[in-house]
């Protein structure tokens, strides 16, 4: 999952970066209205932390923006206002959730991950193919039953190709979902990751890379072929 937090209180904006990507997730920060309305129409992000009362533009403006524009991001708007009229305001710019400041860290996240799961396209909370399974809600991954203790990194690359159910997943398109926007796209960090997710998932080996094209899992076309 990949989240985009707009608010301009560093110390804050920081610290829920720090809280999100402990839990796994690729997340990119901008400091004020203006970063944070190009950041958020340039790249694709399944959940946008929108702080309301911004500089340069007002957090509003983007999440009527964003609605406008159809793009199909979940918002969870910040407030230090926590009025109904207020709460209701917000609702009706378009955002999906609603959190008044000052919060617990543990509901933002809670709050984050449910709206994550809400992003379109749809996915179900287990995933399965073949022998291959895991569960985003408990971040949980196994093969044929038996447990992996895959990092942050390997269960999202995990994710994003069992979502592809056997389709290819570019390089690119890895380095978009599962890192943040600072990662060096000529990095070996994906290679790295791969590698090291192919030897946890043992054999026989069921992550093709495909030479200038990206990955796929292979076995479970494999299985479905007809014998």
């Given amino acids: 999952m990949r989240v985009l937090v707009i608010e301009d209180e560093a110390h804050l904006a920081d610290a829920i970066a720090r809280g ?4 796994g997730l690729a997340v990119d920060v901008a400091y ?3 970063d944070g309305l190009h950041e958020a129409k340039s790249l694709r992000y399944d959940v946008i932390v929108l702080d309301r009362d911004l500089p340069g533009v007002h957090g509003d ?3 009527a923006d964003l609605s406008a524009s159809g793009v199909l991001t979940r918002v969870l708007m910040l407030t230090a206002s926590s009025t109904l009229a207020d709460r ?4 009706n710019l378009g955002a999906d959730d609603y959190l008044a400041k000052p919060f617990a860290f543990d509901e933002l996240i809670a709050r984050v991950q449910a709206l994550g799961r809400r992003a379109t396209p749809p996915a179900p909370p287990v995933l399965t193919l073949g022998e ?3 569960d985003q809600a408990q971040r949980r991954a196994r093969r044929d039953g038996r447990d992996l203790e895959l990092t942050h990194k390997e269960f999202g690359v995990m994710e994003e190709l069992m979502k592809a159910k056997g389709g290819l997943v570019s390089t690119e398109e890895l ?3 599962v890192w943040d926007a600072h990662t060096d796209p000529f990095t070996s960090t994906v290679r790295v990751t791969v590698r090291t997710l192919r030897r946890k998932l043992g054999d026989p080996p069921v992550i093709e890379n495909v030479p200038r094209a990206g990955y796929r899992i292979v076995a479970v076309v494999a299985e479905e072929q007809p014998r």
């Fill in 175 to 177: 380095l978009d979902r």
């Fill in 61 to 63: 403006k983007i999440c």
């Fill in 20 to 23: 999100l990507r402990r839990q």
């Fill in 88 to 91: 209701v305001r917000g609702l």
């Fill in 32 to 34: 004020d209205g203006v």
């Fill in 132 to 134: 291959l399974e895991i």
